[in-house]
């Protein structure tokens, strides 16, 4: 008996091992999304320079219906977005204008990646 109970529990710590390692492979926490951290974003001394740029050019703002957050996907269709200039920092990251707010977007994932406040 005591050898069919030993010889079960050796089975599921066989099978459940590997689930265990596989559930933790995906875990993020505390870390910011992966774009952020392989991009360059605009300094914080640059940002009302580059707030003040945006509203020169006078970019057509988008509207959805949903807040502007991080994270937030834009529609494939609609939404133009821009270079930021150089003269702000070199970044793989483009700008637009959301319900108002200057964002940038990763381009591939339209994903915002920041809020320019």
Do not use: C, H, K, W
Not at 8 to 17: D, E, M, P
Not at 40 to 61: K, L, N, W
Request: positive net charge.
């Amino acid at each position: 008996m005591r050898n069919r109970i030993l010889a079960l529990a050796a089975l599921a710590t066989a099978i459940g091992s590997p689930l265990a390692a596989q559930a933790q492979s995906g875990v993020t926490v505390g870390r910011a999304p992966a774009s952020v951290d392989s991009a360059v974003t605009i300094a914080a001394e640059q940002r009302p320079a580059f707030r003040e740029y945006v509203v020169q050019q006078r970019v057509p703002p988008f509207s959805i219906p949903d807040r502007v957050v991080v994270g937030t996907t834009l529609p494939e269709a609609g939404v133009t977005y821009y270079d930021v200039p150089q003269r702000f920092g070199a970044t793989t990251y483009r700008y637009t204008v959301v319900n108002g707010e200057t964002v940038l977007v990763e381009p591939r994932s339209r994903r915002i990646v920041e809020v320019v406040d």
